[in-house]
């Protein structure tokens, strides 16, 4: 059974730094694309990063871009999302997403953690 755990979350206050991190397990890491979205109450969940299985480049929504960045270690099966600069807009819980289209459609959801920006 795929699971996704999340970790890293927390209370940081503006300008600060956190990485969240999320590992895989049973399945094989390297054959899904990866993402971050992010989910305040009453809004729909919004794509935040994602990066591909292997070659190409990462993609962003336009109000994080330069200031987080997403990568992958295929390795240690673990996808992680180093957030600087953050904005009190930044807080919401975080969710990791993976998704393979082999040999059907399927993805997978972690269960969230919560980014808190505030002074």
């Known amino acids: 059974q795929v699971q996704l755990v999340e970790s890293g979350g927390g209370l940081v206050q503006p300008g600060g730094s956190l990485r969240l991190s999320c590992a895989l397990s049973?399945?094989?890491?390297?054959?899904?694309?990866m993402s971050w979205y992010r989910q305040t109450p009453g809004k729909e969940r919004e794509l935040v990063a994602a990066i591909p299985t292997a070659a190409g480049s990462a993609n962003y929504v336009d109000s994080v871009k330069g200031r987080f960045t997403i990568s992958r270690d295929n390795a240690k099966n673990t996808v992680y999302l180093q957030m600087n600069n953050l904005k009190p807009e930044d807080t919401a819980v975080y969710y990791c997403?993976?998704?393979?289209?082999?040999?059907?459609?399927?993805?997978?959801w972690g269960q969230g953690t919560q980014v808190t920006v505030s002074s």
């Open positions: 049973g399945s094989l890491f390297s054959s899904y694309a």
């Open positions: 997403h993976a998704a393979t289209a082999w040999p059907t459609w399927t993805d997978y």
